[in-house]
């Protein structure tokens, strides 16, 4: 038993997406930054980063945040620590 992503698991999805969604895409699965802190962190707008954060998980076929922690992990993307 292993999560799927719905679609092709490629990593050649992540590099389809555009700057500002990869960015926001590393942001989330980083798991340390709100919403508002992201756009902050941007200089932009909440709904600006829903939008991206809503294209970026349909750009990879992913349903969540956690779906897309497991993307990064897999393709090597962020590294869990260890302790």
């Known amino acids: 038993m292993g999560f799927k992503a719905r679609g092709n698991d490629s990593l050649d999805r992540w590099w389809s997406l555009t700057d500002r969604q990869r960015q926001i895409g590393l942001m989330m699965m980083g798991g340390d930054m709100s919403r508002e802190e992201m756009a902050n962190a941007l200089g ?3 709904k ?36």
């Open 44 to 46: 932009v707008g909440l």
């Open 48 to 83: 600006t980063v829903d939008s991206h954060r809503l294209t970026l998980l349909a750009g990879l076929g992913l349903s969540n945040a956690v779906q897309l922690v497991h993307f990064g992990v897999r393709h090597k993307l962020i590294r869990i620590p260890t302790k």
